[in-house]
């Protein structure tokens, strides 16, 4: 299974709505959305990254554990008081709702802010795990 597509694809389906984009490693800019009428929200954008991916083999050989760590971290351009953070809010529970949403997914660290740095924009990291067995047979 290859988590970094299937992150992409709950993100895109969580966040396109509402014009938010969202990419592995790096920030992506565009002025249009393929297929939808939703404009390009420039003042939110998500990065995500896989942590960890570290495979085991148990038992008998056959089945492959996998536990692979993935950051995600969503920036916004304006402060908590503003009236707009509670968008902010609301994306960040519905991206949990629907990565949890997956049995193979679980919450390993909530959120924090994100420390600032050069970058203007504020942010909020969650770190989520997969877990996950895969049978290779023989």
Same mark, same amino acid.
Do not use: C, W
């Given at each position: 299974?290859?988590?970094?597509?299937?992150?992409?694809?709950?993100?895109?389906?969580?966040?396109?709505?509402?014009?938010?984009?969202?990419?592995?490693?790096?920030?992506?800019?565009?002025?249009?959305?393929?297929?939808?009428?939703?404009k390009v929200n420039n003042d939110e954008y998500v990065v995500y990254r896989v942590v960890s991916n570290t495979?085991?083999?148990?038992? %008998? +050989?056959?089945?492959?554990? @996998?536990? !692979?760590?993935?950051?995600?971290? =969503?920036?916004?351009?304006?402060?908590?008081?503003?009236?707009?953070?509670?968008?902010?809010?609301?994306?960040?529970?519905?991206?949990?709702?629907?990565i949890i949403a997956d049995p193979h997914f679980r919450i390993a660290n909530d959120e924090t802010d994100i420390? %600032? +740095?050069?970058?203007?924009? @504020?942010? !909020?990291?969650?770190?989520?795990? =997969?877990?996950?067995?895969?049978?290779?047979?023989?």
């Amino acid at each position: 299974m290859n988590v970094t597509a299937v992150i992409q694809q709950i993100l895109d389906t969580t966040l396109l709505p509402f014009g938010v984009l969202s990419n592995h490693l790096r920030r992506v800019k565009t002025e249009s959305i393929e297929n939808m009428q939703v404009k390009v929200n420039n003042d939110e954008y998500v990065v995500y990254r896989v942590v960890s991916n570290t495979p085991k083999t148990y038992g %008998d +050989g056959n089945a492959l554990t @996998r536990r !692979v760590y993935i950051d995600v971290n =969503y920036y916004y351009l304006y402060e908590k008081t503003d009236p707009r953070y509670s968008g902010v809010d609301e994306r960040l529970k519905a991206i949990k709702r629907a990565i949890i949403a997956d049995p193979h997914f679980r919450i390993a660290n909530d959120e924090t802010d994100i420390p %600032d +740095g050069d970058n203007r924009y @504020r942010g !909020v990291n969650m770190e989520f795990v =997969y877990v996950g067995a895969v049978d290779y047979g023989k």
